[in-house]
C-alpha cells in the first residue's frame, strides 16, 4: 500500500535511573565508554531506542510497524540526543552462582548517563490514508511510552534505563496532492485514535517498608572508606541513597533458591557439572540464567527489580566534606560522622578477628559508614508475565514465598548481613495487574512442589 501522508512525533524522555550503552571504545575513566557520535556528543543510538520500541508491542504489531527480513520498517526511528553531556562511572562485579561470592576477575567499569538526563528523539511513520491500524499501531506505541514502560540500555532486570516519556511536537503531512511548484506541504497536528489498555500482561509489586539498620550495598568507589554507601547526585546540591536493582534481585533470588532447594526440587547434587546445580526449575524463569559459556548465555527472566533511592536527602556538600575529613585524617585520627534531616552518618572502625588465635586479625582492621535513620521509597517490582514459562501459576507462587518472607524479615538486603546489617520491616505488599491471585498461585505453587518432590 503506497503510503500518502508521513506522521513525526518528537518525543522527550526523562531518565529515572541510569541508563548505559555501552560503544566501541574506552572511556578516560571507564573500560566501556558510553555511546558517542563522530563529533563526540553523547547519544543514544536510534537502532536502540527501536529494538526497545518493538519489545513493546505484540509480534504481529512489531512487524507491521518495524519490518521484517523481507519488508523494510515504515516507522523510522533517529538517534537520542542527549540534552545534558554528563556522565558518571559505575563499577560493578558479578557473583559466582556456585561459590555465592564476587566472581574472580569480574570487575568492571562502564559510562552512564545519570538519573535527570533528557533524551529527544524523533520517529517518523509513513502510511496511507485510509491505514487506521498503523495509526492505532503508533497510538498504542506513544501510550506505553507515556505509561512508563520504554526501558533502554543494559541492566534492564535491575532497574536501569526507566523511562518517563511524552510527545513534546507532533506533525503531520499529505505526501501527495497538495503543494505547488516549490512549495511544501502543510503540516498539522496529529490527533491520536483512542486505543484499548496497554500493558496488561506487566504486573507490578509495590513494597512499603523501612530500614531497621543500615543497608551496607558497598560503593565500587568507596575510596578512603571500605566500605560506603551508593548515593546519587540531585540537580538541587543534595544528594540520595541508593541500593541498586541488581542487589535487591539477588537477594529475592537467592531466598528463591533457598525454597526451591529446600522442598527438594533442586537438580542431584551429585552432578559432575557443580553448574548445573544452580539453574533451579521455576527460578530461571522468574530471575533470569546466568551465563556459563558460549554455549549457555544468559537470558533475562521476568522479574525486573527497580533501584531503589531514599526520602531522605543530605548535603552534598556535607557529604564531600566527610569525605575529605577522612583524607586528611591520620592513620590512628578518628573520623567524626554528621546528623542531618535525621539522618545519622557514623565512620565505624572494625576489627576483624583471626580464626585460629582467636585474636585480634594482623592487617584486618577496617572502617565503614553507617548510615541510620534513613527514609526509603517504596521497592518496585515489575513482572512480564509472558516470560513467566510452562508453569506461569507455580513461579507466581514462588515468587509470593519469597515476598511472604521478605515480609517476615527473614530476607536481609545489601552485604554484612551476617553482623547484622540489613534488617528491614515491611508494612504493606501491594500487587496489581496479576493474571493469577495470591491463593491461586500458591496453589499452583503446592501442585507443582507435590508432582515433583
Known sequence: MRPTRRITLEFELDLLSPMGIGGTGRGADAEVAFVRDGSGRLVVPGTSIAGALRALLPAEDADRLFGTMEQASPLAVSDGMVARQETVVFRRTAIDRVTGAALESALFSFEALPPGSTIRFTATLDAASDDSEQEERLARLVALIEAGHLVLGRGKTTGWGRTAGRVVESRVVDLVGHAGPGELPAATDWTPPAVTTVGSERAKFRIIWHQLQPIMVRNGDSGVFDQ??????????????????????????????????????????????????????????????????????????????????????????????????????????????????????????????????????????????????????????????????????????????????????????????????????VSDIKGEGLATSEDGALAAWRAYAGERA
Open 228 to 425: 560506603m554507601p551508593i548515593v546519587w547526585p540531585t540537580v538541587d546540591g543534595k544528594i540520595r541513597f541508593v541500593i541498586p536493582g541488581s542487589s535487591l534481585k539477588g537477594a529475592l533470588r537467592s531466598r528463591a533458591e533457598f525454597i526451591v532447594r529446600t522442598v527438594g526440587l533442586g537438580p542431584d547434587r551429585s552432578a559432575s557439572d557443580r553448574k548445573d546445580q544452580i539453574e533451579l526449575p521455576l527460578v530461571t524463569h522468574l530471575f533470569g540464567t546466568p551465563a556459563r559459556d558460549e554455549d549457555h548465555p544468559p537470558g533475562a527472566g521476568a522479574v525486573r527489580v527497580h533501584d531503589c533511592v531514599s526520602e531522605s536527602e543530605l548535603s552534598a556538600e556535607k557529604w564531600e566534606g566527610l569525605i575529605h575529613r577522612a583524607l586528611a585524617a591520620g592513620e590512628d585520627d578518628a573520623v567524626s560522622g554528621f546528623t542531618e534531616n535525621g539522618v545519622q552518618v557514623d565512620v565505624v572502625t572494625h576489627n576483624a578477628i583471626d580464626r585460629w588465635t582467636g585474636g585480634v586479625g594482623d592487617g584486618l582492621l577496617f572502617n565503614s559508614v553507617e548510615a541510620h535513620g534513613v527514609v526509603w521509597n517504596p521497592i518496585e517490582l515489575e513482572i512480564d508475565q509472558k516470560r513467566l514459562g510452562p508453569e506461569p501459576g507455580a513461579a507466581m507462587g514462588l515468587l509470593w514465598l519469597v515476598l511472604r518472607d521478605l515480609e517476615a524479615g527473614w530476607v536481609p538486603l545489601g552485604g554484612l548481613v551476617n553482623r547484622g546489617f540489613g534488617q528491614i520491616a
